[in-house]
């Protein structure tokens, strides 16, 4: 079977969940501990043998590009001051990986959003990784969701168990287990009621995608709400009696799609750097809870 080595990573919504602090900057690049929270998803996709990131950006996300670029004029300073490791780390980010750029046009959902980056995949299965889903796990969720496709030739959603009473926010499953964690699919069901989930394993937006489901996305039309997306093409394909199969994964999901969900990934991920982790855990110890 052939070795997946590109990624699609959408990044072109507007993060109106973080205005003011996303009025001039991509959410992407608000910073968790010392890196962009974008860089971390990068990095996990580079360490399970992806070797082309390709963005879907939108307005207002050149940082995104210039970060994953040399900069010349860092480069120089930093030399210039006799910071070399820091001249090695912003180096080190540039050749992460072969880096390609997608605009999306409109806001037309998920789902048009990979459509429109479809051209440079062409007939290749692809790992998918929406910018909000970070993992605190000893193997990442690109490596493990890679492994499950490499052992079934099938898409596969990436998926983590939440609380009931917040399945509503989700998509969510039906299946049967068919090994450790892992579910052939039977029905995906957009934002149910917590009253009619058949279960509370939910898509955490880390996917691979067979051409099958591209191919479906650029032909698709636009649902009831003028959005493409990917939820509708999962129904596509379990009409067609098309295989489908869910990854719950290990680890600790760090959902930084909201502020809260954003600070306790920083406390998390902050706790384990090992520059600020022991000084951090002293100042929580000491506040009044």
């Not at 959408?10 to 974008?38: C, N, S």
């Not at 879907?56 to 040399?70: L, N, P, S």
């Not at 493990?144 to 939440?162: E, H, M, N, R």
């Amino acid at each position: 079977m052939r070795q997946i080595t590109k990624a699609i990573l959408p990044v072109a919504g507007f993060g109106t969940r973080f205005l003011p602090a996303t009025k001039a900057q991509p959410k992407e690049m608000l910073p968790i501990v010392d890196k962009p929270a974008i860089q971390y998803i990068v990095e996990d996709a580079v360490s399970a043998g992806i070797k082309e990131i390709i963005f879907v950006t939108g307005r207002g996300k050149r940082a995104i590009e210039d970060h994953f670029d040399y900069s010349f004029e860092l480069d120089k300073t930093l030399v210039e001051k006799n910071k070399l490791e820091l001249v090695k780390e912003v180096r080190r980010i540039a050749e992460l990986a072969k880096f390609s750029y997608v605009r999306q046009p409109l806001p037309l959902g998920d789902g048009h959003a990979l459509a429109c980056a479809a051209h440079l995949v062409y007939d290749e299965p692809v790992l998918v990784m929406f910018g909000d889903t970070l993992y605190d796990a000893k193997e990442g969720p690109a490596s493990q969701i890679l492994k499950t496709f490499a052992k079934y030739g099938d898409s596969v959603i990436g998926l983590s168990a939440v609380p009931r009473s917040e399945v509503s926010k989700f998509g969510v499953i039906d299946g049967a287990a068919v090994d450790e964690r892992i579910y052939e699919i039977k029905r995906f069901i957009e934002k149910p009621l917590p009253s009619e989930a058949p279960s509370n394993l939910v898509a955490v937006g880390v996917y691979v995608l067979t051409p099958e489901v591209l191919s479906w996305l650029t032909t698709m039309r636009p649902g009831p709400s003028g959005e493409l997306r990917l939820a509708d093409a999962f129904q596509q394909m379990l009409a067609h009696d098309r295989p489908l199969y869910g990854q719950e994964f290990n680890g600790t999901w760090l959902d930084t799609g909201d502020k809260l969900g954003f600070i306790k990934a920083t406390i998390q991920l902050g706790l384990k750097n090992k520059e600020i982790g022991p000084e951090l855990k002293k100042f929580i110890k000491t506040l009044s809870l």
